[in-house]
């Protein structure tokens, strides 16, 4: 059984940084690609950046584009998201997933397996 634990989240100013970690395990890391999500309140989920198992030109949606940054390391089967210059408006739950094969996808439906998500709250 794939399981996925997201942590790192929290409540930080405008301006701060919070770095996301995924954890994954019951699968061979090597053939998931992961991605990141996030869901604000009364909004639908957003896909944010994903990255394939080559980690070869990673997805950013425009609004992280030069403020996140995703990055895996397969030997300790994580795969991270380094968030800066928050932003109230990245205020939202984030969520990892992973789908089977090489490559990322922005989808969400193309995912296979879900983490729990972690809160991030960026105030003014």
């Known amino acids: 059984e794939v399981q996925l634990q997201a942590s790192g989240g929290g409540s930080v100013q405008t301006g701060g940084s919070l770095r996301l970690s995924c954890a994954l395990s019951?699968?061979?890391?090597?053939?998931?690609?992961v991605g990141w999500f996030r869901r604000a309140p009364g909004k639908e989920r957003e896909p944010l950046s994903c990255?394939?198992?080559?980690?070869?030109?990673?997805y950013y949606t425009d609004s992280v584009k030069g403020r996140f940054t995703i990055s895996r390391d397969n030997a300790k089967n994580g795969v991270y998201l380094q968030m800066n210059d928050l932003k109230p408006e990245d205020t939202a739950v984030y969520y990892c997933?992973?789908?089977?094969?090489?490559?990322?996808?922005?989808?969400?439906?193309?995912?296979?397996?879900w983490g729990q998500g972690t809160q991030v709250t960026v105030s003014s």
């Open positions: 990255i394939s198992t080559r980690e070869t030109s990673p």
């Open positions: 997933a992973a789908r089977r094969g090489t490559g990322w996808s922005p989808r969400a439906y193309e995912y296979d397996y």
């Open positions: 019951g699968f061979d890391f090597d053939d998931l690609a």
